[in-house]
Nanobody, 124 residues
């Protein structure tokens, strides 16, 4: 069982930045693909970014390319999401997820563990 706890959400003005963190309880954190997803009210859960075991390969959703960066620190069992040039449409609950395979994925159903989420609100 893997427990994931997100932090770093909050209220920010458009054009601003936030850095989300996700702390994992897994002893073998480095063996999990990690992902970030988001869900706005009345919308489906949307893929944001994923990162492979070693942090060398990343994969971003189209709506955040060039603005968001995913990274991880396996020594700290933590994955990060640096969000720059934020827009009001980025407002959502952001979720961290872990996948116990080697392949990155943008599909929520491919992930085995989820955090409770952290709210990000971008004002115009």
């Amino acid at each position: 069982q893997v427990q994931l706890v997100e932090s770093g959400g909050g209220l920010v003005q458009a054009g601003g930045s936030l850095r989300l963190s996700c702390a994992a309880s897994a002893r073998t954190f480095s063996s999990y693909v990690m992902g970030w997803f988001r869900q706005a009210p009345r919308k489906e859960r949307e893929f944001v970014a994923a990162i492979n075991w070693g942090g060398i390969s990343t994969y971003n959703g189209d709506s955040v390319k060039g603005r968001f960066t995913i990274s991880r620190d396996n020594a700290k069992n933590t994955v990060y999401l640096q969000m720059n040039s934020l827009k009001p449409e980025d407002t959502a609950v952001y979720y961290c997820a872990a996948r116990a395979t080697a392949t990155m994925s943008g599909r929520p159903g491919d992930y085995d563990y989820w955090g409770q989420g952290t709210q990000v609100t971008v004002s115009s």
